[in-house]
């Protein structure tokens, strides 16, 4: 069945860092990629998708570029800010959309 | 249009009672999701509706659970006869049918059982 597998945390880094949070995925046909953020005591909340092979999704100075021949969409942020701090999850939906799979997180913690 | 809206945000309850919780859809949202969440783990997909029809449960939602959403607005998630390991974040989306549109979250509804 599909999955996604999410580099492990947490990831702590000071601010103005570049970050790199791992996601591959396992998926039949062409699903579509997510990347959700949950703020302390917040809920889920999109930041950013890509719908098909080579799409560059973007929000917020995050990016994740769909990589079909890798199967992974790894998130990017040339320089964080202290306000990223949360918990980062990958995720996936099959070909008609609908319910999401998620990976297993990654919670980043960024220091002044 | 407030969002997903979770009714209550916190249960405790006693092993073994019986647990209802609620959630309201962003109103012109055709689709509406279950999802169960453990710490440090992702969100687990339970069950879907569109409109009012349950599409799909997943083989790990056991028969003590079951989920209504019977005029395709409002739904329902209860759980019978309470475990311990039930104990989790249960979380709401919805979204429109059509593509792969965004799913907007609820804050959830925090259950411990004792």
């Known amino acids: 069945g599909n999955s996604v597998t999410q580099m492990e945390g947490p990831v702590t880094l000071s601010e103005e860092a570049f970050l790199t949070i791992n996601c591959t995925y396992t998926?039949?046909?062409?699903?579509?990629l997510f990347w959700y953020v949950q703020y302390p005591g917040e809920g889920l909340q999109l930041l950013l998708k890509?719908?098909?092979?080579?799409d560059k999704g973007s929000n917020k100075g995050f990016e994740a570029t769909y990589r079909k021949e890798t199967t992974s969409f790894h998130l990017e942020k040339g320089s964080v800010q202290v306000s990223d701090s949360a918990v980062y999850f990958c995720?996936?939906?099959?070909?008609?959309?609908?319910?999401?799979?998620f990976g297993q997180g990654t919670e980043l913690s960024v220091k002044p | 249009d407030t969002g997903v809206s979770q009714d209550p945000r916190h249960k405790i309850t006693k092993r073994g009672q019986n647990v209802t919780f609620r959630c309201d859809p962003i109103?012109?949202?055709?689709?509406l999701y279950w999802y169960r969440q453990t710490l440090g783990q992702g969100p687990e997909f339970l069950t879907y509706?569109?409109?009012?029809?349950?599409?799909?449960k997943s083989r790990l939602l056991s028969d003590r659970f079951s989920a209504e959403r019977p005029k395709g607005s409002f739904s329902t998630l209860e759980i019978q006869r309470t475990e311990q390991g039930d104990s989790a974040m249960y979380l709401c989306?919805?979204?429109?049918?059509?593509?792969?549109?965004?799913?907007?979250f609820g804050q959830g509804t925090r259950l411990t059982v004792v």
């Open positions: 989306a919805s979204s429109l049918a059509q593509g792969h549109t965004e799913a907007f």
């Open positions: 890509a719908t098909k092979a080579d």
């Open positions: 998926a039949t046909g062409y699903p579509s």
């Open positions: 995720a996936l939906t099959g070909n008609q959309g609908g319910k999401l799979i």
């Open positions: 109103s012109e949202h055709n689709r």
């Open positions: 509706f569109q409109n009012e029809a349950q599409l799909e």
